[in-house]
């Protein structure tokens, strides 16, 4: 199937994308980019191209600055109701469009029609969220210390926001950029990943229907981002970065914004630990393991990376999570038996097979899976090793791929040194029915979020964000996701 082909039978275009086949959502309408180039997107079930989106440049990257600076002030001074309401009805349009995003998410990243759908819900959340948190943002007034001084502190929208999304979620992603963005009130320019643009663009449609006023909202794809996002950087009337993606790309951004001192929001990798101990609900962890490695196939930051189990129960644990791991459907994403679908791109096949082949050079066991299946498609089975050397590369790097290396450990102190052993700091796993324990371990480990005898820990409503390497800021929670799109004004005064 070919989502890009011009007609406006929804049998022959399903997703209703012909409307963005030719042009980057700028200025509240569909524009041509500059230049000729396209950006082919593949369906990585097939390898088929399922569609082509247009290749913005510097020229695309101008004219968004401009739209988001036209539409600025009269967002900023749009009620905060009037602002709650528009996000409001970006949530009801996503929850009555859920099956086909759902379905476009699967068929342009691959993952299981059943993770699409809890993704699409969660993104539509940030929606619902923020519409709330919009009429919630205050200020704060005090007395000077020494007397005659008020200290009046006014919280404003930070300006023109800069938003880079990777592939693994690519509506929440987004939507939980976009949301508290929105309001802050502060007019943003989404560049979605390469790989999954067309969930972006379906989602601006409907900002349009919800009402968000033109320019508010703008959308460019591009296959030169380094020198696009530059030029968005180097403008001054952009305030605000805010990434998701890979470590080594988000230092290389820190570096770009520093050249204009631009406020840095950056969600970056991870290498979660999933630590079981004896004295667990086997069954359980296993539960909440499945969830925490195989949501979106284990190409999400929050994945567990390294599984520690303590030695009473290892093996008891492997030979029963192996038969969970085996039992999985693998098939394409837009399947709804599937419980597996495939990786992005050949290339992260490629990298999954590198650190599969090199644990087991270095001692580790392979006890299921463990070769790439072979055909059309970018398949990986689920897989599951032990006596996995802590020093293989995949210790220390994202496996993003539906391999589960499993580790022993004897005790409490040597877990914590074990899970604390990384540059990362996203999230960790704790199973133990000790909740002393686990709150104990949990107050130790060097992570942003900690799920505790739990299996998912992404919430809009709580601060998502990681220490160390994996980042900078937090995204949803109370007030921390709208802060990082707001700058405190304080104002001194006596009367
Ligand atoms: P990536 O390679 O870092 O790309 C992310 C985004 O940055 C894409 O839109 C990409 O565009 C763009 N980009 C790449 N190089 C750039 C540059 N030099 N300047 C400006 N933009 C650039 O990451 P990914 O492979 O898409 O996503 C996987 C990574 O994201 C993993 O490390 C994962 O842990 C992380 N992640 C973190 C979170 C979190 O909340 N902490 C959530 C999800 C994912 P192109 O697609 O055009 O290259």
Redesign the pocket.
Known sequence: MNVNQHSSHPDQDPFGLSAFSDGLYIGGAWRPAAGEGR?EVIDPSTEAVIAAVPDATLADAATAVEAAASAAESWRETPPRKRSEILRRCFELMVERSETLARLISLENGKALRDARGEVAYAAEFFRWNAEEAVRISGEFGIAPAGGNRIVVDYQPIGICVL??????PAA?AT?KIAPALAAGCTVIL??????PLTAYALAALYEEAGVPPGVVNVM??????P???AMLADPRVRKLS????????R??LA?AAKNVISCS?????NAPFIVFDDADIDAAIEGLMVAKMRNAG?????ANRIYVQSGIHDAFAEKFTRRMAALRVGPGVDPDTECGPM?TRK?VEKIERLVADAVSRGGHVLCGGRTLAGRGFFYPPTVLVDVAPASDMGCE?I?GPVAPLYRFETEAEVIAAANDTEYG?AAYIYTRDIGRGMRVASKVEAGMIALNRGLVSDPAAP???VKQ??LGR?GGQHHGIAEFMEAKYIATSF
């Open positions: 950006i880079i999304t990777p592939w693994n979620f992603m939980r560049k979605p990943a390469s790989e999954t794809t591009t296959s030169t981002p380094v696009v996002i530059a990434f998701t993606g890979s470590t080594g790309v988000g290389t951004l770009e950056m969600e970056l990798g991870g190409e999400a930051c929050t994945a992005i992260a994202e993003f996203l998502f964000g990681g994996s980042g995204e």
